[in-house]
């Protein structure tokens, strides 16, 4: 359900070992596996630069829904073709090296292009959208595999638009995400921008985080509501943080009733 977030992230595996351990020792682990390099590049080939409808990995959000054209997802299959070039190169494949480089390049543009919102001051959540937003921490997977393909004037503002979007616990993950993200997209950022203001400014707020572990004996439906309670009074924290800068408080929403305390 996932083809993008899978097929690019092994890519971008791969091809990182292969810069870290060496081509020499490298090599013999990706030339067993080359056929499954081959198909999910070639995969990744159709999905540039506008990605089909399908589920990301952050379908964990309160409000979601399946994107079409995820601008996180683009750059993410752009740099797998990057990745899946190198593993190419060092296997002596060309032609697959020459055909899937160019791809990654080629294609860095139009996405650019097609996900910069009309303002044209940062990129969206989907391409074609206007007055939406998103943590593209997929860019920093260039940095994983020692490329350099978002241009520097589309890192530049993306980097400043986050700065309008900080909280005091950092950054939320998206448009409508509730307030909260992942840990990890909160340290991606940083890893990419790591040369504008934003990365120093996410990396000196705290953190938040909440650990919930269900009783034993819940039925299924118990357990749904207490994920359900717990996303609630994280929205509400989150909202308040927020809002406290202003000097302004929200009233917490209601919460479903308590099933787990009896």
Known sequence: QMPIEECAGMLIMAASYARKAGAAEAKPFLARWWLLWAQW????????????????????????????????LGIKAIIGLAAAGQIATILGETAAAAKWTAAAEDNVGPWASLSTDPSGDYLNLEQGASGTWT??????????IGTALVPEPVAAKQASFYLTQLTTYGMPLQTDAGGISK???????????????????????????????????????????????TLREARAAARCSTSSRANQTRPMPPWPSDRTSR
């Open 41 to 72: 590049a070639e995969y990744l080939l159709t999905q540039v630069p506008t990605p089909a409808t399908q589920l990301t990995t952050d379908d964990w959000a309160p409000v979601y829904k399946t994107p079409t054209g995820s601008v996180n």
């Open 183 to 229: 840990v990890a997209w909160l340290l991606y950022i940083p890893a990419w921008l790591r040369d504008y203001p934003i990365a120093t400014e996410l990396l000196n707020r705290d953190v938040a985080i909440k650990e919930v572990i269900p009783p034993e004996g819940l039925t299924a439906e118990e357990r749904d509501e207490m994920r359900q309670r």
């Open 135 to 144: 943590t593209v921490y997929n860019a920093f997977y260039e940095k994983v």
